[in-house]
């Protein structure tokens, strides 16, 4: 094992992982609605969000594919039954 990351919690992870692969202004396609603590997080580190619409199955492919041609750098989706807008 070369590499060990410890975080608190999942929110810290994908805050820590956001900061070391992406700089201020790079696009992070985004659930819209999406999970509130994550939008802050992903406007907290100087990023852009590219909201990609949800229907009851999550993300709709092709909103994430016209956000992935865009040119987002990352994609940050939340599971449904942990995200408080869950469908």
């Known amino acids: 094992m070369e590499h060990v990351t410890f975080a608190h919690t999942a929110l810290d992870l994908i805050g820590r992982l956001l900061s070391v692969e992406l700089r201020p202004g790079d696009a992070v396609a985004m659930e819209d609605p999406g999970y509130h603590h ?6 907290a580190l100087g990023l852009r969000m590219a909201p990609v619409a949800m229907d009851d199955e999550g993300m709709c492919p092709d909103a994430l594919r016209a956000a ?3 040119g987002v750098r990352a994609v940050a989706c ?9 469908g």
């Open 68 to 70: 992935l041609r865009a």
């Open 78 to 86: 939340s599971p449904r039954a942990r995200n408080p807008y869950g």
């Open 38 to 43: 994550l939008l802050d997080l992903v406007t």
